[in-house]
């Protein structure tokens, strides 16, 4: 299938910026979604922002605006540059990608897979 490696979480103050990247390897050319969910403490997860192969892009109402998706499709990248950060945007972010295939049966294969997560914490 495919595996996800996240990179770029970290300490920032509100109002600052980070790039958050992620690195797919495996089956990458069945990716149909690729993008970024976050949990916070006591929450559950939920999406931030994905990008379909397609091009097609959606946000999270609460980073419409602050937060921008982007792939590089040759590279098997995808990024998430979050600007204008707020202490509510503090959580762990997690990749994921799903999609599907034949595999060698010639029978469909349907996945979502997971990075492991990058801690983001916004505060002064």
């Known amino acids: 299938q495919v595996q996800l490696v996240e990179s770029g979480g970290g300490l920032v103050q509100p109002g600052g910026s980070l790039r958050l990247s992620c690195a797919a390897s495996?089956?990458?050319?069945?990716?149909?979604?690729i993008g970024w969910y976050r949990q916070a403490p006591g929450k559950e997860r939920s999406l931030v922002a994905s990008?379909?192969?397609?091009?097609?892009?959606v946000y999270a109402d609460t980073v419409k605006g602050r937060f921008i998706i982007t792939r590089d499709i040759d590279k098997n990248m995808v990024y998430l540059q979050m600007n204008s950060l707020k202490p509510e945007d503090t959580a762990v972010y997690y990749c994921f990608a799903k999609g599907g295939y034949n595999n060698d049966e010639d029978a469909p294969v349907r996945y979502k897979s997971w990075g492991t997560g990058t801690q983001v914490q916004v505060r002064d």
């Open positions: 495996g089956k990458t050319f069945s990716i149909s979604d």
């Open positions: 990008i379909t192969a397609g091009g097609g892009i």
